[in-house]
């Protein structure tokens, strides 16, 4: 049975680095502009809103606003970022699954701890950016809007999935420890 855990978490994570890339394709197309940067400029270099075509979800253009109506470039780099962190923990996690049931190889516990920690983290991480692109939608077009959050919320989902499946040998190793403690 655990064996089936371990195989259903590494092609989910799988699955969760694939829609990494996908969240991160998706969020390198929001453009944050300031609004002093674009207001020192000659006119006939701003063209940027012009040019915007109604195909398949062009690029966002932010301007740097006061009021918390669209994302901050802050809160677009932390999301940027967070996503490729994922890509990592995903690719850890696939790594760690396929070392521990192809080779033999034993997940000690203070690889699960740490596994556990990061991951709940960027869970956290993931689902407030996910909450906050749901409130704000940065795209002109509603379904490349649910495109980023699907992803988003996925990642996060497989980011919880594994941090479960790293519970488990963490609870085996505290247990037999205790045991061993016992006597």
């Not at 390198?28 to 300031?34: G, P």
């Not at 915007?52 to 940027?80: G, P, Q």
């Not at 034993?106 to 740490?114: V, Y």
Request: contains cysteine; glycine residues 2%; charged residues 15%.
């Amino acid at each position: 049975m655990y064996k089936g855990l371990a195989f259903a978490t590494c092609l989910l994570a799988f699955f969760g680095f694939i829609a990494s890339f996908g969240a991160f394709h998706m969020l390198n197309k929001i453009v944050h502009i300031n609004v002093n940067d674009i207001l020192a400029m000659p006119e006939e270099n701003v063209k940027l809103f012009s040019d915007y075509s109604d195909s398949r979800c062009d690029n966002a253009y932010i301007l740097d606003a006061v009021d918390n109506l669209h994302l901050t470039w802050l809160e677009l780099f932390y999301m940027k970022w967070s996503v490729v962190l994922s890509i990592f923990y995903s690719f850890a996690v696939m790594l760690l699954i396929r070392a521990k049931y192809l080779n033999n190889f034993d997940i000690n516990f203070i690889t699960c701890n740490t596994m556990m920690l990061v991951g709940a983290l960027l869970t956290m991480v993931l689902l407030i950016a996910t909450c906050r692109l749901n409130e704000l939608t940065p795209f002109l077009e509603v379904w490349c809007n649910d495109v980023i959050v699907y992803n988003m919320s996925f990642i996060a989902l497989n980011t919880s999935v594994a941090v479960v499946f790293f519970l488990i040998p963490s609870c085996q190793y505290y247990l037999e420890l205790a045991e061993n403690q016992a006597f």
